[in-house]
């Protein structure tokens, strides 16, 4: 039975831009398609944002994700979670971080209790919440540790054009490096073949990995982690019958013609998988969980705090993260065609 069931958003950081591209989502759901979503945040907050900005969107409080999807075609349906203080745009408070994390595990339950269908995160601000006391470096890792089951996330960015997977995030450069390893980049590029499968629809997925040297080490002359890590790792996958070439000088991977010739790119660390997407789609690239046993995007940008409160915020990736989520769950639930 193809039962309906909303997508939980979260607040994210309230001073900054997450209310305000909820509300341009809502106001744009019939002509942009977008399926039924809640936002878990405090109701005063938004009906103060709607009045500073002028904007005709109606506030609904809901006690149950059920309520969302009556509500939503006439309201912006809100799972009340109170602020201890109304922010001030672009001005985080430390107080409040308690109900940004509670927004999180809100959203999260409700996955797991089959009443939503997926979390979908407005950006947080990760210091504000490190001040407070939370001992996690963002929303990746705590996701993993709310899954439980020793869930291990990877995080990969999309969009129409581009899929990369980071075998490392919010690390520096020399530690990404330093900790570079056969087992760290078998394990991303499985949990990627296995999710271009399962959330994605892809039969047969094609992976390539970029070296971690320019020209991908140049035979040994530039550095060896790709001889030593990178070529293990990669005959590894493929005796285990994963379609992954490579180790590929990054400089020439990311090009038109370079990307059709596979699903899925897995690189060395953070800016060498970012670059290249933001580049391309930079207003409609989704982040997107990988391993949990729960789907969950985001929104690929931060909290913009320099513009926070003045309606000008793009929720282009916000669109495509809610409609990104709606597709990834409903092919786990074998509503969807592969």
């Not at 282009?316 to 990104?324: D, E, F, N, P, Y």
Request: include cysteine; glycine fraction near 8%.
């Amino acid at each position: 039975m193809d039962t309906v069931r909303p997508l939980a958003l979260t607040m994210g950081e309230p001073a900054g831009i997450g209310g305000e591209i909820a509300m341009k989502a809502w106001l744009g759901r019939q002509t942009e398609r977008i399926p039924p979503f809640y936002i878990i945040d405090d109701p005063d907050h938004l009906k103060a944002l709607s009045d500073r900005l002028g904007w005709p969107v109606p506030i609904q409080p809901i006690e149950s994700p059920e309520e969302s999807i009556e509500v939503y075609e006439r309201a912006l349906p809100v799972f009340t979670n109170r602020l201890e203080h109304q922010p001030v745009p672009g001005t985080p408070l430390s107080d409040n971080a308690k109900a940004v994390i509670a927004a999180i595990d809100i959203a999260v339950a409700s996955v797991q209790s089959e009443q939503a269908d997926a979390v979908v995160t407005n950006p947080i601000h990760k210091q504000t919440l490190v001040e407070s006391g939370f001992s996690h470096i963002g929303h990746t890792d705590y996701l993993a540790q709310l899954a439980g089951n020793e869930a291990r996330a990877v995080m990969m960015l999309a969009c129409s054009e581009l899929r990369v997977v980071p075998v490392y995030v919010h690390m520096s450069l020399r530690d990404s490096i330093h900790a570079l390893s056969i087992e760290t980049i078998t394990q991303t590029t499985k949990i990627t073949s296995q999710a271009l499968m399962n959330d994605f629809g892809i039969t047969e997925p094609h992976i390539a990995m970029t070296g971690l040297n320019p020209h991908a080490g140049e035979g040994g002359s530039i550095g060896r982690e790709e001889i030593d890590i990178i070529r293990p790792a990669i005959e590894q996958m493929k005796r285990e019958g994963i379609s992954v070439r490579g180790p590929e000088p990054a400089d020439s991977l990311f090009h038109r013609r370079a990307r059709e010739g596979y699903d899925a790119a897995i690189c060395m660390y953070h800016d060498q998988a970012l670059i290249p997407i933001k580049t391309i789609d930079f207003h409609k690239a989704v982040n997107i969980t990988l391993g949990l046993p729960f789907v969950r995007t985001s929104p690929d940008h931060g909290t913009a705090f320099e513009i926070a409160g003045t309606g000008v915020a793009n929720e282009s990736s916000l669109v495509a993260a809610l409609k990104t989520a709606s597709a990834m769950a409903r092919r786990r639930r074998g509503l969807a065609k592969h």
